[in-house]
């Protein structure tokens, strides 16, 4: 007697579970749409993988070989050429290091007009030789040289105190 009462018909049956189906393929296709994509089909057999090149990432990893042109002089010249184009500019002169300014004036050496390959932040620092440090703001995208304390700067710190 129960079983007349609860009797579903065969077309109701089928339209609910195709419901239930259909309400599965949505939720995954929205949860498969949320989800990161990390590889595409590009042809029949070929797939690429997305992600960014490390260059991309960082900018001062980038590779650099280039012979700087003749009428580049000095160290600043050359260090404002390389940034040229790379995304970084240089600290404006009131903001930086007063020392920076002994280093921009330095003639540029002849073994350092061809550079490379090497990455743009160890060309700069090659430019900039040991006396000084590269300094990156990455906020702002800013580069400036601090001068690197040594103890023979220290002594004639102490020297001129007295």
């Known amino acids: 007697m129960n079983r007349n009462k609860y009797k579903i018909s065969r077309r109701a049956l089928l339209a609910i579970s195709g419901l239930f189906v259909a309400s599965l393929i949505t939720v995954g296709s929205v949860e498969a749409s949320n989800a990161p994509i990390s590889e595409v089909q590009v042809g029949r057999y070929q797939t690429v993988v997305l992600q960014a090149d490390e260059n991309q990432v960082d ?4 590779m650099v070989e280039l012979e700087l042109p003749e009428q580049i002089n000095t160290v600043g010249q050359a260090i404002s050429y390389l940034l040229d184009g790379s995304g970084y500019r240089l600290l404006s002169a ?3 290091e007063p020392y920076r300014v002994l280093l921009f004036a330095l003639p540029l050496p002849k073994a350092q007009r061809q550079l490379g390959p ?11 030789g040991p006396a000084f440090r590269l300094v990156i703001e990455p906020v702002y995208r800013l580069v400036t040289f601090e001068l690197v304390p040594t103890s023979a700067s220290k002594d004639n710190d102490a020297c001129s105190e007295n």
């Open 59 to 62: 900018l001062l990893s980038s």
């Open 94 to 96: 009131k903001l930086a």
């Open 118 to 128: 090497l990455s743009l932040r160890q060309a700069l620092e090659l430019l900039s």
